[in-house]
Nanobody, 119 residues
């Protein structure tokens, strides 16, 4: 079973940058569609960005377009989320997720990493 481990969260000030990483176990990483989600206190989890299996297609939440960038290194079984110009409203627990080939939904999740942006 695939396992995902996020890292890179922390406490930053508005306008700062962070890069999250998600290490994925298993030999079939290149067949997974990868995504990042986030959940702020008192709110439902929301989709932030997704990337296709070989990184050609991406889809971003409107509020992060132009500030966040997803990338993946299939040789390292890792997906990244570069977050620039962070805002207090970006504060949330960020989760990495994978959708296996032929699956209709994300079916593997990491435990999350906290991102806190102070004003």
């Amino acid at each position: 079973q695939v396992q995902l481990v996020e890292s890179g969260g922390g406490l930053v000030r508005a306008g700062d940058s962070l890069r999250l990483s998600c290490a994925v176990s298993g030999p079939t990483f290149s067949t997974y569609l990868m995504g990042w989600f986030r959940q702020a206190p008192g709110k439902e989890r929301e989709f932030v960005v997704g990337m296709s299996e070989i990184g050609i297609r991406t889809n971003y939440l409107d509020s992060v377009k132009g500030r966040f960038t997803i990338s993946r290194d299939n040789a390292k079984n890792t997906v990244y989320l570069q977050m620039n110009s962070l805002k207090p409203e970006d504060t949330a627990v960020y989760y990495c997720a994978a959708r296996g080939s032929g699956r209709s939904d994300f079916d593997a999740w990491g435990r999350g990493t906290q991102v806190t942006v102070s004003s």
